[in-house]
């Protein structure tokens, strides 16, 4: 069993053999996209949920999340290399995993931890991860943790007062922490709410769109700044015989490798019926209030970010969209644009899909 996971490892991933083409999306192309096959065993692990990814300058390597809360088995990372050229995506390759260790070495029990972001610190070469937490019982607060590139435990970053779930006010039920980032070269970590708060006004709906938040953290803990972001109002209606509901936020924020002011954020909405569709929106903080004064954004006058479109993953020549969450800049290419690299977390069911997608870009 071992020796025919791993031969489909090192095999992985049959391509789509979609061609590269020119998207609508004016300096995005399109290099590729591989499936990851549902359920992967490797190294005895179940590969899926995965809904972070990072790139490794140290390693060559991408560091991967899994945001299995340790049902499958302990809650872990993984690691690949993900080969692509001017003109494709041509491989994916999963090369390792590790469990996520607590304090005392030992693994996390199930629900004890969400995992749902990981960063590659550029400083130390430690992985940061955020961990949504939960407001329904057994209540977990949300954490931005370092680890080891072992796994094990390295330290938390203090988090303002307003991340922390309390009696109605804070984070509203997984909405909580997905996004986090690395920018003015490692000095600061920057993180996005999924979601606006309890005191911040109701989640989006076809109608209206909402305010959450974004906070520039010292890698000490403090709060540098705070900025209010509109997320979009959702695309269609829900399916009223289903029984699940509708869900929108931002999945991911990655800083611009230069500019300070600037991110890519994925806002990423699941609708019952019509399906997901993912966006990737390019924001600037430049002009935006800071709000880490403000109690409540629903009863205050602010400007949040400027943000538009880079891109909405429809666009795109992809079979379908499912439930992209990951996002990470690779190396560049010999064409001078961008990688970048999107990944999706199946939710471990054969409905979805483990999607890896690779795009150039023209940035700045």
Known sequence: MRTRSLAAAFALLASLLTPAVATAAPGVRFLGEQIVP???????????????????????????????????????????????????????????????????????????????????????GQYWLSQ???????????????????????????LPSNYQVKPERGPQQNLVLE????????????????????????????????????????????????FAYKQEPLYAESDPSSPWHAD???????????????????????????????????????????VKNVDSLAKAQVRPVSKRLLLDLAELPLKAVFNIEGLTWGPPLATGERSLVLVGDDNFTREEATQVIALALRWP
Request: aromatic fraction near 8%; charged fraction near 25%.
């Open 132 to 158: 949504e937490g939960n407001r329904a019982n057994p209540t977990i607060q949300p954490a931005i943790q370092r680890a080891e590139r072992s796994g094990a435990h390295a330290g938390e970053l203090p």
């Open 38 to 124: 549902f359920k992967l065993d490797f190294q005895g692990t179940s590969v899926g949920g995965l809904s972070g990814v990072d790139y490794d300058p140290r390693s060559g390597e991408y560091v991967l999340i899994s945001d299995d809360r340790s049902y499958l088995q302990p809650a872990r990372f993984y690691r690949a290399r993900i080969e692509m050229d001017r003109t494709a995506l041509r491989s994916v390759r999963f090369t390792g995993t590790q469990p996520l260790r607590r304090p005392d070495g030992s693994t996390y029990p199930l629900n004890a931890i969400d995992p749902e972001e990981i960063r590659v610190d550029p400083w130390t």
């Open 179 to 226: 996004a986090i980032t690395f920018s003015r070269r490692g000095a600061v970590l920057t993180s996005a709410m999924e979601g606006p708060l309890l005191e911040d006004g109701p989640v989006p709906t076809t109608k209206a769109g909402a305010l959450s938040r974004i906070t520039l953290h010292s890698r000490g803990g403090g709060v540098l700044a705070q």
């Open 248 to 290: 929108t936020g931002i999945a991911s924020i990655l800083a611009d490798p230069v500019d300070p002011s600037r991110y890519l954020v994925l806002e990423r909405t699941y609708v019952p019926g019509p399906g997901y569709k993912a966006r990737v929106y390019e924001i600037s903080t430049l002009g935006a209030t800071d």
